[in-house]
């Protein structure tokens, strides 16, 4: 535990030095204090519209103004596995009460919660939401009640009655467990357990990895070690089956034979708290085998998904390959995490990006593309981005922090607040609200809010004596000498790899934040993300070292271009060498691919004579090569297919309309399948939305396999197209399979480019330029550069040294320009192998490129 008190002392000791523009922005005093009380105000604004109109049901709907009941209130689809008939929301919110200071108010809620909750009933619910919400705020609520409880006169009738709730709820979690490789059930029903959930087969990386820190601590509590044994072996087996090469994990795992589902690997959404509770594991029961693993895997997210202050998602397995080209608004926990490691500089410069994303949208959208274009535009209040804005002013002691929690704030004013609480965002271009109001919003957010503007004497206990789970709840690090640690190890950290983070902190001791932001902003735009309109070279140093690491140079010629040349003698081990080879030859296939095999496959719909492109669905069937769907389109009942369809008689054997909302995609094509229906087209709910101003997008699935109809989103402009055709028409026919195929047979007309699927919208002339932008322009030309490789054959191969002239796709060429001319220039390469040991002739092999 030494180390992690260093840790803290460290980072929250920081000194600060003060810039004259940071002078500027600093906040006074008394507005600091100001908008503490508002943050206050904010969270019983949400806190006494739940307790009189909704509780004891699990959420508000603020809207409608009254409580979201399992099984009473419309379904949601898989989006209601967070609730269970057990006032989630008041239970999840007893420690801000604390946090607030309103004992009074605590211990009311804690004795409604004694004499009104229970956990007997025949729900299924989500494991790993139960745990970080309910279980999690059980016990928080406890520790701090049985702390404060000798010198706050009102709290002390309180005699453990939350742990032993706590200890009923941990039991009934635990048959999830019962797997062959110790990965828990997704879900589960509080009052048969797994009985009935045969088809349960799947479960995120983050669902089975984040029990850690509850379960340990109800065994500590309670003194019953089996709830920490089984949370320990859960994470034995993730760490277990981890790539071995990359150090990465993937997203969906096959919870009875330890298979990867999903393979992509980043930081955000299906894996955060995982990495997470890794952390967080060592600092609360200091075992030094979750510290290791945590080193090894941070390593390797700032080596592969890192890009500067973009966070990028890989392929596990081929960690050089992105797997997709947006990230998610979950990520935003990231730079708090790296504050609390200590690594303060990224943490500065990840969540400048995020906060130039904020300015240009107001609100963070749940997905956004690497030019900071909305992929899902919801916002349903998330903490994470305060979260982290909360730590890297503890680091830094910068009232720029400030600053930008005042901005989140007066957002949430602006546009959420309602008569009955604080309402979701269904989308953050319109600003069209959700009749939503998650439990972590009283939880997080508002925590989080007040935190930030408040004083460390503001809160009745001293934060450093505690870990917050990742849903905010407080965990004494006392339970670290609470009962005998049963699975520490003496672990080796590996091979020829030295941690760059083991056991150390960076010196921080001058860092001036604002100094990591500047650049940031020169880079990512001083306002909305919108730099100088020029490329830039390759230069950010951590990618440089990455490249270096694995042989990698990157030269920079005197007209201009830029070289890679790989040498393997120059790696620094044996593994980095081949890992760098791996790179160079996937970059060479990269270059071969088109873009259809490395974005959206999107798919055609014809509507009369005209052809729109339209994205496909991670689930159901495909819709590939000359497949053709010829059918009658009829709009279902309810419009959002949200439940079950009223209208079977009319859609039976037709293609179901569905609208964008609700629930999830895979949720209304499920109903659109049992109603009869051949076909699924949803349409966007966001007015004068167009695949010629949107990029397409894949619909997400759920994990599961039973949808076995295909379907397809169209933009609400086509939408509209649609619409108008059938009420002209109500017998109109559409014809839909792959937008290729559909334009060749159709239109007669397809080159090399024109029937490419549309993975990317317009973008505006001041946006072309963006950091993110110019970053996937060098990534595509560093493909473009003419590269020879052996195949098996260890002797030397010749390439040719004719230069050519290489075409830059159009959407990275500047408005004025309509072609570029790249050199290429393919050296002589030489290559050998290593075997036994031992080395062929050749001393130097190299492989170059120019793009």
Known sequence: MSIYYFLVVLVFTIEYVTTEEETLLGMTRAERLSLREESRNMFYHAYDAYMDNAYPADELMPLSCKGRWRGVTPSRGDMDDVLGNFSLTLVDSLDTLVVMGDFSEFSRAVKLIINDVTFDHDIIVSVFETNIRVLGGLLSAHVLATTLKYEVPVLQWYNGELLAMAEDLGRRLLPAFNTSTGIPHGRINLRHGIKGLSESRETCTACAGTMILEMAALSRLTGQ????????????????????????????????????????????????????????????????????????????????????????????????????????????????LQVLLGDVRPAVETHEMLYQVMQRHTFIPEAFTSDFQVHWGQHPLRPEFLESTYFLHRATGDDHYLQVGKMVLKALQQHTRV????????????????????SFVLAETFKYLYM????????????????????????????????????????????????KYRKTCPNTASLVAEKLRQPMRQMLGSTAARPPARLRPLNDPRQIHALSDMGISVLTLPDGRVQLLYTTNTARSARD??????????????????????????????????????????????????????????????????TAVENKEEIEGKFAIATRGQCTFAQKVRFIQEAGATFALILDNVKDSSYETTALFAMSGDGKDDIDIPAVFLYSLEGLYLTEALRDDPELTVVIGELRSMKQEFENFCDNESCEPITNANILPGDKESFDHLRKVLSQLVAQFELSLSNEDPSLKTCSDNTQDVYVAKEFVSEDTCEQNVSTVSNDVKEDTKSSGKHTNDAEKNKSGDF
């Open 452 to 499: 930030l503007f408040g004083d460390d004497k503001d809160l009745p206990v001293k934060l450093e004596d505690y870990v917050l789970t990742t849903e905010a709840h407080f965990l004494p690090l006392s339970l670290a000498t609470n009962g005998r640690n049963s699975t520490h190890l003496n672990i080796k950290i590996d091979d020829d790899d030295e941690d």
């Open 225 to 336: 070690p089996l709830f920490e044994q089984k949370a320990h072996r859960a994470m034995d087996r993730l760490w277990k089956i981890r790539h071995r090469a990359s150090d990465l994990m993937g997203t969906v795992i096959n919870i009875h034979n330890g298979d990867w589902v999903r393979k992509d690997s980043g930081v955000g959404a299906g894996i955060d708290s995982y990495y997470e509770y890794c952390l967080k594991a060592y600092i609360l029961l200091g075992d030094e085998k979750y510290l290791a693993r945590f080193n090894r895997h941070y390593n390797a997210v700032m080596k592969y998904i890192s890009r500067g202050p973009i966070m990028l998602a890989v392929h596990m397995h081929r960690p050089h390959l992105q797997s997709r080209n947006f990230m998610d608004a979950l990520l935003a926990f990231w730079p708090g």
């Open 577 to 642: 060498a081949a890992e760098g080879l791996t790179f160079m030859r996937e970059m060479s296939k990269w270059n071969t691919l088109g873009d259809t095999e490395n974005g959206v496959v999107a798919a055609g719909v014809k509507i009369n004579d005209k052809i729109f492109p339209a994205g496909p669905g991670h689930f159901g069937k495909d819709i590939s090569g000359t497949d053709r769907y010829v059918g009658t389109p009829v709009f279902v009942t309810p419009i959002d297919a949200c």
């Open 419 to 438: 008569p009955c609480g604080y309402a979701a965002v269904n989308d953050v271009r319109t600003r069209v609200q959700e009749d939503r109001m998650d």
